[in-house]
């Protein structure tokens, strides 16, 4: 069965000069499909062109023949890294309507296919806590609004997360925890949400203590990622990642879960299609 990427970053800088070869290369891995995320709205514009029309032509020089190229869908939202740039407090209500306004206009988009990235992140605290809850917590009622999945990025947050989820789940909304490290009392309330993980190549390091979580959670409730170009797996740790890397992560959770690659290709591929009800290849 194909693999999906279902979050990778294909708008970043890094991809600009080889995206065509990029995608060429992860057709060539069994990669038929990629979830790419937004930062921001702009990203979000510009990514919801590309599930139309594929970019590059002749960027890379080792593109594959026409067709011979994953499919493209993407998300559109606000990362917590970027809203402190954005309008916030009661003095700017006009203004945080006006984003909310553009965001839904994204997500009307055919080809995206959820919200976000969007969610906490307290490691680099690169926008005021109070203000990254405030934005998240307006990209949950959008995606409660659409009927959207959300795609959620935490990072030292998880005990702040967790009401959240608990509180969306009772809610109705669908969720996707991305590049889940294992803490297992935000599993257990993720699964009890109704909401999925996903794993990138920081199950294929040494350092990963995730582990148990890998082995917890039940086949049809995860997901594979790359979250390129960050966090590429062995042997490959240190370069740009890349959907290619799939699947070395499949491999890796496999052996960690006790099972065979193509069960965890399986597994996840159905799973990817379901929560955001993509076509068929």
């Not at 402190?84 to 006009?94: S, V, Y």
């Not at 009622?141 to 005990?159: F, K, M, N, Y």
Request: net charge negative.
């Amino acid at each position: 069965m194909p693999l999906i990427d279902t979050h990778c970053h294909l708008s970043h800088e890094r991809f600009r000069e080889d995206l065509d070869a990029v995608l060429a290369r992860a057709h060539d891995a069994g990669v038929t499909r990629v979830v790419s995320i937004a930062s921001h709205l702009d990203d979000a514009a510009e990514l919801a062109g590309w599930t139309e029309a594929p970019p590059g032509s002749g960027r890379g020089g080792d593109a594959s023949p026409e067709g011979r190229v994953p499919r493209i869908f993407a998300t559109a939202g606000i990362h917590p890294h970027e809203v402190g740039h954005l309008p916030d407090g009661p003095d700017h209500d006009g203004e945080v309507r006006h984003v909310l306004d553009r965001l839904r206009a994204l997500l009307d988009h055919p080809g995206v296919v959820a919200v976000g990235e969007c969610g906490l992140d307290f490691h680099y605290d690169f926008a005021p806590r109070d203000t990254q809850f405030r934005w998240f917590d307006r990209q949950l009622l959008v995606a409660g609004e659409s009927g959207l999945p959300v795609v959620v990025h935490c990072r030292a947050a998880e005990d702040e997360m967790i009401p959240r989820v608990r509180e969306a789940g009772e809610a109705g909304i669908r969720g996707v925890l991305h590049c889940f490290p294992g803490h297992l009392g935000l599993l257990e309330t993720a699964l009890d949400a109704g909401w999925h993980v996903s794993f990138t190549g920081i199950v294929t390091f040494r350092s990963f203590d995730g582990i148990e979580a890998v082995q917890q959670v039940p086949a049809g409730r995860y997901f594979l990622e790359t979250d390129g170009p960050y966090l590429a797996p062995i042997p490959h740790r240190g370069k740009r990642n890349e959907p290619a890397f799939v699947p070395l992560i499949r491999d890796r959770v496999a052996e960690l879960r006790g099972t065979t690659p193509l069960e965890v290709e399986e597994s996840t591929t159905a799973a990817a299609v379901r929560f955001f009800d993509l076509p068929a290849d």
